[in-house]
């Protein structure tokens, strides 16, 4: 049979990330991640997965964000009996994130039941702690720019993507036909992570495209958060900035650093990371210092820029303590988490600002707010939006169109075929234009479950 590569998922839309390629012989599936934001989406983590689990022989991860990884605890549940391999940063950084989404299906769950709101008696968790666990057990951790056999005759070669720690574009040497995925590219330039690797040759590239409409403002975040910060402090208001935990924090707290080395920030202002995700995120970043682009002593200072809050009675208090401060806190697009609690008591408050760190997904809280949703619902109650609300989107993971047609570039003839996944239609048909215009190659855009021969 010949090669076959099936889109299951991250076609159309930029989460539930996962492509299956196999040629009856073996089956090797690139990332499994699960499917976040609206509702029809989420739904698709509950339906059967559409190729038997147990035929899958590998799994290679490009990073550790819950929508390139979430849903291996299901699947490891449902018959995936075979490795799944990632660089050594990706594996520390999902046992983070996946032990939180269990976590969070279980309280989930929980809540449902004792408040009677599923139609499911009982209401199910999607996985447990415990399938998170064993699913732990299944990783193998991989060093850069070295070949592993991960399936009888198919190799594995992992470069580095910058995106977020450990993030990885996967190379894959199917006996002889290269089969290249960017995983999420990172910005060039960032000042933590190195710029994404330039990959020499495809025959075949799945390329991400979430930012494919799209070019980052030239703004320079720094300037942009000692303004916002500044003029917040002035009106007596705090800074609230919701952030991703992996990644966005660690880059928020660079940045302070940077700010208060050049003391631009308002003498003695405190600055809390209240989020213990990110405090264990950060605690992942330390041990991987060797992949960052700052020296080892400069890293340790950013990170002591901020106090962390680890226990859920010093965050509560912390929206009683006098403003001005600035708290960086989870989830990045406001759908959970301890960000919630300092919403409600800060965006009624237009002295205060809300300060977003990045991509806001279609019907995240995040989204309504940035539209102009003068209330938003949070735990049943309407919340009045007041506050100053602003987007650092400079500060995207995400490389922009530009920084993708950048490191197309680098390829040293056209693949015979580029597929766009990891993007809204809208972003993902805009980059094929570009692709198909400036670069000549052949690209399109590709179709949930849809399979193609290769
Ligand atoms: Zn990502």
């Given at each position: 049979m010949d090669l076959e590569l099936k889109f299951?998922?991250?076609?159309?839309?930029?989460?539930?990330s996962r492509h299956l390629l196999s040629d009856g012989e073996a089956s090797v599936m690139l990332d499994c991640g699960m499917f976040q934001g609206l509702k029809t989406l989420r739904q698709r983590n509950w339906?059967?997965?559409?190729?038997?689990?147990?035929?899958?022989?590998a799994i290679v991860l490009s990073h550790a964000h819950l929508d390139h990884s979430g849903y291996l605890p299901r699947l490891v549940r449902d018959g995936f009996k075979g490795n799944v391999y990632a660089s050594e940063a990706t594996i520390d950084l999902c046992d983070i994130l996946l032990a939180d989404s269990a976590h969070l299906q279980e309280s989930d769950a929980d809540f449902a039941n004792r408040h009677g709101?599923?139609?499911?008696?009982?209401a199910l968790p999607l996985y447990t702690t415990a399938d998170a666990r064993r699913a732990m057990s299944r990783f193998k951790g991989m060093d850069f720019a070295a070949p592993y056999e991960?399936?009888?005759g198919v190799h594995a070669r992992l470069s580095r993507a910058?995106?977020?720690?450990?993030?990885s574009i996967v190379e894959i040497d199917w006996r002889g036909t290269r089969v290249v995925f960017s995983g999420d590219l990172g910005r060039y330039g960032d000042p933590l992570l190195p710029d994404p690797e330039p990959i020499g040759?495809?025959?075949?590239l799945l390329l991400e495209?979430?930012?494919?409409d799209r070019r980052h403002e030239p703004l320079d975040a720094m300037e942009q958060l000692a303004d916002i910060i500044g003029r917040t402090a002035q009106r007596g208001g705090s800074v609230i900035i919701p952030a991703f935990a992996v990644g966005r924090a660690q880059l928020l707290l660079w940045y302070l650093h940077m700010l208060k080395k050049q003391k631009?920030?308002?003498?003695?202002l405190p600055i809390y990371l209240d989020s213990p995700m990110s405090v264990n995120a950060v605690e992942v970043y330390r041990r991987h210092?060797?992949?960052?682009?700052?020296d080892i002593g400069e890293c340790d200072e950013a990170y002591g820029v901020a106090h962390y809050v680890r226990d859920a009675e010093e965050s509560k208090k912390l929206d009683t303590t006098p403003m001005p401060k600035v708290i960086i806190s989870a989830s990045g697009m406001a759908t959970?988490?301890?960000v919630l609690h300092h919403l409600k008591r800060y965006?009624?408050?237009?002295?205060?600002t809300i300060l977003f760190s990045g991509y806001q997904a279609a019907g995240t809280r995040g989204s309504k707010m940035l539209h102009g949703a003068d209330t938003i619902k949070i735990h049943g109650e309407y919340v009045p939006v007041r506050a100053e609300l602003s987007n650092l989107?400079?500060?995207?993971?995400h490389a922009d169109s530009d920084e993708i047609l950048r490191w197309l570039r680098g390829f040293k003839k056209a693949p015979r075929a580029t597929f766009l996944v990891h993007g809204e239609p809208e972003a993902a048909d805009t980059l094929r234009l570009r692709i198909k215009d400036e670069l000549g190659w052949s690209c399109r855009v590709v179709e949930h479950l849809e399979s193609v021969r290769l």
């Open positions: 299951l998922g991250a076609a159309g839309t930029v989460t539930g339906a059967p997965f559409p190729v038997d689990p147990a035929e899958i022989d709101l599923s139609k499911h008696r009982p991960v399936a009888p910058g995106h977020i720690l450990g993030a040759q495809a025959d075949y495209s979430t930012y494919g631009r920030l308002p003498a003695g210092r060797d992949l960052m682009r700052p959970g988490g301890r965006a009624p408050d237009p002295r205060s989107s400079m500060l995207s993971a």
